[in-house]
């Protein structure tokens, strides 16, 4: 009986149409677009001009996101082939720094199950607390 309950209101949410992504998650999406803007050149602007600071915009239908149909939020990141330029990173002794993305750049996406970042450029993942992992 819970089962056919909640099968009816993920049918009847469907139905009713969805108020789009959840705001946590946008700001989360936005926050990636600013660090990757950091590392990247002008392509990075097209390959994620959907990507932009609008409440009415819908972040589920942005380029590179898929979401839940039924609770909308996040639940794959397409993030590949970004190609993060290392050369502009900061640099220290005539020697460029390596790219390294934190962790808690994806702690708001409550729902996600995939993230693709091959050839992106990043030599590693950060984790907050401390742990590195190389990519």
Known sequence: ????L???????AQILGSKGCLREERTALL???????AYNDSTLELRLSTWVNDP?????KWNHVKCDPFTNHVVKLYLQDLHVNPHSVLQYNNHSMEVSID????QNFKELRS???SQGGFQRLIHTEGTIYWI
């Open 31 to 37: 926050d990636i677009k600013a660090f990757l803007n």
């Open 115 to 117: 993230l693709n970042l």
């Open 1 to 4: 009986m819970e089962l056919l």
């Open 56 to 60: 009415t915009s819908d972040c589920c």
């Open 103 to 106: 962790f808690s750049l994806f």
């Open 6 to 12: 909640l099968l009816c209101f993920k049918v009847l």
